[in-house]
């Protein structure tokens, strides 16, 4: 029982830490997508609700997001809010749709360098991101650095709350370190009456219940051709971010979620968030990193998490919009300080090259473009690698027996980047009148593979030698054309294995 409130107790208190965080952030984000704060937060309460019910991995905080903020913000600028909400509700429906067709699957072809150039890439985003806070408007309305005492005073207290969040929990463990730090800074800031940036020089978060609306937009092709291309964006970004997230979390706490569940619950909740009002969104690193951290594992930090929020801009925000901007930096200065993944810099060195530059790829293109670029990007590139590698390990032995025949023994992966090295291991002028291959230690992986072992027979029968094939698949012989009667089955010894090639039903 005791066990049981301590959990309730962890996961209420880490909701109220992460609403908290996440009042700036989906200001900021509904700012940078130029729609008002509350179009922000409002997706933020919708989005981590649902999710946090339905989704696919407890603990996993979601909501407004600035990759998604940054694809929209051409859309509003063209063509208004309401296209913003049509596109939103699309691309919900295709993330169900993605989620129907059990995708989430092939999050696993995601290699380990490119998750760490994104954990590490975000961690850089995170960091970056805070520093914009130390800006102010001028006179000539351009942000201008802080200077002077403005300055010390915010840096200041950033520093004290990122000292209170690593030092806090000598003391005790009964609250967590992040909550301690915003109330202890903003008690500060209260007594002495420090004049200090607040969360309330954003915007302010007063608002009432988000009413259920029907985008005004015209309903024809035409508005299809213009929301479709940001919908599909939008859809694939939300739903790398949400799952390589989902995968992060699940390495950290040695558990796993479902992929396909928290795409339809991802897809549902930016549904219902077009309908009312909200930007959509889809997992946040930041706020999830604050949420594991704080030992909070149950769909209840994410419940609590939504509840606190819409408590704030419902009753709170006079009382929200005076937490001074510092702590919440501080807060998500000690976040990117965790996320970051600071064993990578021993692997130098101690991993291939090949990997190191895949992850610092990632990195590099998550902090300068695009999340959804970095991953797809990196996984081409390590699919790349991985064929280089594997081309050049395609190799033969050779033996020839007293009757003259002259058996080529492969081994290695046959497809289609090692297919001309394939060509090359034999010498068809110089051999004898009968020639083997043995297929056994080799595997024959695609088309490109089969017409290679169909070239190499024309060349064998057009020099007048007899070409003796053997220990291949039934899916191989189905498909060659040339060498399919050179072909010696052995129905014990040849493999069964099936070839990716659109023959093959």
Known sequence: MNTSITEIKTNLLSGLTVALAMVPEAIAFALIAQVSPLTGLYAAILVCLITSVFGGRPGMISGATGALAVVMVALVVEHGVDYLFATVVL????????????????????????????????????????????????????????????????????????????LFPLITKAVPSSLA??????????????????????????????????????????????????????????????????????????????????????????????????????????????????????????????IFLACFVLFLSQWIELIPLAALIGVMFVVAEKTFEWGTLRLFGKVPREDIFVGLLVGGVTIIADLAVAVILGVIVSALVFAWNHAKKI??????????????????????????????????????????????????????????????????????????????????????????DMVEINRIEDPRYHIADDKIS
């Open 181 to 306: 730090a915003i109330i202890v800074v903003s008690s500060v800031v209260a007594f002495f009456g420090l004049d200090t940036k607040t969360v309330g020089d954003l915007g302010s978060i007063a608002g009432g219940i988000p009413q259920f609306n029907i985008p005004q937009i015209d309903y024809n092709f035409a508005t299809l051709r213009v929301i479709f291309p940001y919908a599909f964006l939008l859809a694939c970004i939300g739903l790398i971010e949400s799952l390589l997230t989902l995968n992060l979390i699940d390495d950290m706490t040695d558990t796993r979620g479902r992929p396909n569940k928290e795409s339809m619950a991802q897809g549902v909740a930016n549904i219902v968030t077009g309908f009312f009002g909200g930007m959509g969104g889809c997992a946040m690193i930041g706020q999830s990193m604050i949420n594991i951290n704080n030992g909070a594992l149950k769909r209840l930090s994410g419940i609590a998490t939504a």
């Open 395 to 484: 190799e033969v032995s050779t033996k020839t027996d007293k009757q003259g025949f002259k058996t080529y023994y492969l081994n290695g992966t046959l497809f289609f980047a090692s297919a001309k090295n394939f060509h090359e291991l034999f010498e068809v002028r110089k051999d004898p009148k009968d020639v083997v291959i043995d297929f056994k230690e080799s595997r024959v992986a695609d088309h490109s593979a089969i017409m290679a072992i169909d070239n190499l027979a024309a060349k064998y029968k057009a020099a007048g030698k007899k070409l003796h094939l053997v220990h291949l698949s039934p899916d191989c012989i189905d498909i060659l054309e040339t060498a399919k």
């Open 91 to 166: 691309m919900g429906l295709l993330q169900v749709l993605f989620a129907l067709l059990r995708l989430g699957k092939f999050i696993r072809m995601v290699p380990y360098p490119v998750m760490l150039g994104f954990v590490n890439g975000l961690a850089i985003v995170i960091f970056l991101a805070q520093f914009g806070h130390f800006k102010e408007l001028g006179e000539d309305g351009i942000q201008h650095w802080m200077m002077g005492f403005p300055l010390y005073i915010m840096l200041f207290l950033t520093a004290l709350t990122v000292a209170l969040i690593y």
